[in-house]
């Protein structure tokens, strides 16, 4: 991550807005991402990263369950990053503490999230119901279904339309236009 964080101050700083970090730090939901670079989130590092490339640092996506106390947030928040939540299992209660703390996006709804459930709205409810969270979509009509599109804009017309752009280092197989891991796990990337 400091390797390519200094290769795009250095390729063209004029011209790059800002970085969007998703993750380390996920939660119960990492889907494409590599595991084993999963972790739960270090605020010495972090205060690090930001203090050297505060400056590139726009956006981060992280899980509430990998924030015991929600204390990233807060620093991030403090610092003038967004903070996203996503690739999370975070409840309904635990995401709006989330909030609280200072998280203002949710990163690509319904993807690398727990399931929306009349009884346990879990992330996806507290995107639809707090106006508090911005919700990004891919509305690709492959990794959200256009009915649940059309449900997600009828409750946030305010919501973010996004692209999956795959960027890794894994295999991919290519088919009804979207690519998809071995496994069929689609690798969910923002990009805007």
Do not use: Q
Request: some cysteine.
């Amino acid at each position: 991550m400091l390797e390519r964080l200094a290769a795009v101050r250095a390729a063209r700083p004029d011209a790059v807005l800002g970085v969007h970090l998703e993750g380390p730090f996920l939660g119960g939901a990492p889907g494409a991402h590599p595991v084993d670079l999963v972790r739960p989130v270090d605020l010495d590092w972090l205060a690090a990263l930001c203090d050297r490339f505060g400056d590139l640092i726009r956006l981060v996506t992280l899980a509430p369950e990998a924030d015991p106390g929600l204390a990233g947030i807060a620093m991030l928040h403090d610092r003038g990053v967004v903070v996203a939540l996503g690739h999370s299992t975070v409840d309904y209660d635990g995401a709006r503490a989330a909030v609280a703390a200072g998280a203002r996006v949710v990163t690509h709804l319904f993807n690398g999230m727990g399931p929306l459930h009349h009884r346990a709205p879990g992330l996806p409810g507290a995107a639809l119901s707090d106006h508090g969270l911005v919700p990004s979509i891919i509305a690709d009509g492959i990794h959200v279904h256009p009915a649940m599109v059309r449900l997600a804009l009828d409750a946030r017309p305010d919501a973010v339309l996004v692209t999956d752009a795959v960027a890794t280092v894994k295999p991919v197989v290519c088919r009804d236009g979207a690519a998809y891991l071995p496994d069929g796990t689609l690798p969910a990337r923002r990009s805007r």
